[in-house]
């Protein structure tokens, strides 16, 4: 279409010197049902493999939804939504995005993982800060008091190993003589307390699988 220089089997060519409007080709569903869609399916020798859709999902609102067959059957229905791209930009892997850029369930790995915003206090800069790592999905809590009783967040309970919880306590203003009384995965007590310390609280998740810190190869 719009060429004679043909080497697939559909060729389309637009010379558009538009740049808001989309060259190309046009997928049009003309109901108004919500979750309708308008989309690609891609079709492999014995099975529907994937497809592309785009889906209403309100009077002006609308997704971007990739999606893939793992084995389940030929059937259109047996493809499962992967990854999707909200009416906001936000993208989901395995997940409906919420309000984050990107959200996704399960294992996520990467050479590196930091953090860049525009610098604070120096206008031509950026800042950059890259993430504390350790063989271990670890999360921690910190402060500072003065009380023999430091008590963790409630849920706690049903997100750490209580046998992999540590403790750094450091006294402000004059040595104290401080030690671990009790932990758990509710409170820690604390005994030599004499005034004043920060402290510092780390525990191992376990409402997902343990980190597999030398996986083999693929």
């Known amino acids: 279409m ?3 220089s043909l080497d697939t089997k559909l060729h389309i060519s637009e010379s558009n010197s538009s ?3 989309t060259s190309g080709l046009k997928i049009t569903n003309e109901n108004l049902t919500t979750n309708t869609n308008a989309g690609i399916l891609f079709q492999n020798y014995d099975n529907n493999g994937a497809w592309i859709r785009s889906i209403r999902t309100g009077s002006s609102n609308g997704k971007l939804s990739f999606g893939t067959n793992s084995g389940a059957g030929v059937a259109e229905s047996n493809i499962s939504e992967r990854m999707v791209i909200d009416h906001n930009g936000n993208v989901g892997i ?3 995005p919420s309000s ?3 959200e996704v369930n399960g294992h996520f790995a990467a050479t590196s993982k930091s953090f860049i915003i525009d610098h604070p206090t120096k206008e031509n800069k950026k800042l950059q800060y890259a993430s504390l790592e350790g063989p271990e999905n670890g999360v921690y809590v910190r402060g500072t008091t003065d009380k023999e009783t430091i008590e963790l967040p409630e849920y706690w309970s049903e997100l750490v190993h209580e046998d992999s919880i540590t403790v750094v306590l450091t006294p ?3 040595k104290q003589d401080l030690f671990i009384k009790e ?3 509710k409170l820690i007590k604390i005994g030599g307390v004499e005034g004043s310390f920060d402290y ?3 525990g191992e998740r376990k409402d997902i699988k343990q980190l597999e810190i030398e996986p083999s190869k693929i």
Do not use: F
């Open 94 to 96: 395995g997940v409906t």
């Open 19 to 21: 740049t808001s409007d």
């Open 172 to 174: 402000i203003g004059k």
């Open 100 to 102: 984050a850029k990107l």
């Open 2 to 4: 719009g060429t004679n």
């Open 183 to 185: 932990k758990s995965n």
């Open 200 to 202: 510092v609280i780390y």
